[in-house]
């Protein structure tokens, strides 16, 4: 099974940017679609992005032109870059890996991201 551990989150302002890392572990990661979800305080963990193992990307509307998702397959990680931040991107960050030949996923352990003034 793959273990996942993210990086980045942190506080920054409304317009702000930061970059999400997740680094994978102990399995074959181009063998893995990847995705970031987010969970806000009283809120569903909703899917905010998606990149399949041949590196097709696709995103939540409310994030549509401001995130990005990307993989390197020879680091085995995935990033998000967050770009133009809104206070309702408040939320922790999670990893998730599934593995298309096995179907088997896994979580990593979030990261939080504060967007405030």
């Known amino acids: 099974q793959v273990q996942l551990v993210e990086s980045g989150g942190g506080l920054v302002q409304p317009g702000g940017s930061l970059r999400l890392s997740c680094e994978a572990s102990?399995?074959?990661?181009?063998?893995?679609?990847m995705r970031w979800y987010r969970q806000a305080p009283g809120k569903q963990r909703e899917m905010v992005a998606a990149i399949s193992s041949g590196g097709s990307a696709n995103y939540a509307d409310s994030v549509k032109g401001r995130f990005t998702i990307s993989r390197d397959n020879a680091k085995k990680t995935v990033y998000l870059q967050m770009n133009s931040l809104k206070p309702e991107d408040t939320a922790v960050y999670y990893c998730?890996?599934?593995?298309?030949?096995?179907?088997?996923?896994?979580w990593g352990q979030g990261t939080q991201v504060t967007v405030s003034s």
């Open positions: 998730h890996a599934l593995s298309i030949t096995t179907m088997i996923a896994s």
């Open positions: 102990g399995t074959i990661f181009s063998t893995y679609s």
